[in-house]
T-cell receptor, first 114, second 115 residues
């Protein structure tokens, strides 16, 4: 079946450190891939997405590349800030002829210390 | 951007009671709403999809008589956990979509604890 697996948190980094949050997926067909972020007390927000192999999604300094050969969509940022502290969710959406529903990973909590 | 308001953010109740969670779209018409639950350190799991004015479609393994979903208006959906038990303790999140727009807007979630 379709599933998403993220690295376990919490991840604790110092400000300006390099961030990688691993995400791998299992899916039939050609899913779209997403990263959502949830800041404390707020709802999930779309951070970036990629809809086909080798696409790179980017936003707010974060990047992720859709790697079909390794079924991965790792999230990276070159220099994190305290304000990046949040929970990050990787997700896939099956093609619309499979219902188009979002399937999430378990979330990875990031804590950035000054 | 569009805002989805979810209330309450946290609720503690006694076993056997029913709990209602509200999800409101504040500045758009939510033709479709989704309800998710999340156990600690596990994935957000889709429970059901509801379209305004229609009965909700439940995912496999989700008891529709246990988790009552009402989507009577374009701005409000409710999830009622009936006769709650400790195993229903979880984090519940709603999301909303306007028309065929692929973008989803999420509520901030409700932490339910059943004693």
């Amino acid at each position: 079946g379709n599933s998403v697996t993220q690295m376990e948190g919490p991840v604790t980094l110092s400000e300006e450190a390099f961030l990688t949050i691993n995400c791998t997926y299992t899916a039939t067909g050609y899913p779209s891939l997403f990263w959502y972020v949830q800041y404390p007390g707020e709802g999930l927000q779309l951070l970036l997405k990629a809809t086909k192999a080798d696409d790179k999604g980017s936003n707010k300094g974060f990047e992720a590349t859709y790697r079909k050969e390794t079924t991965s969509f790792h999230l990276e940022k070159g220099s994190v800030q305290v304000s990046d502290s949040a929970v990050y969710f990787c997700a896939l959406r099956r093609s619309y002829n499979q219902g188009g529903k979002l399937i999430f990973g378990q979330g990875t909590e990031l804590s950035v210390k000054p | 951007g569009a805002v989805v308001s979810q209330h309450p953010s946290r609720v503690i109740c006694k076993s056997g009671t029913s709990v209602k969670i509200e999800c409101r779209s504040l500045d758009f018409q939510a033709t479709t709403m989704f309800w998710y639950r999340q156990f600690p350190k596990q994935s957000l799991m889709l429970m059901a999809t509801s379209n305004e004015g229609s009965k909700a479609t439940y995912e496999q393994g989700v008891e529709k008589d246990k988790f009552l979903i009402n989507h009577a208006s374009l701005t409000l959906s409710t999830l009622t956990v009936t006769s709650a038990h400790p195993e229903d303790s979880s984090f519940y999140i709603c999301s909303a979509r306007q028309g065929l727009n692929e973008k989803l807007f999420f509520g901030s979630g409700t932490q339910l604890s059943v004693l």
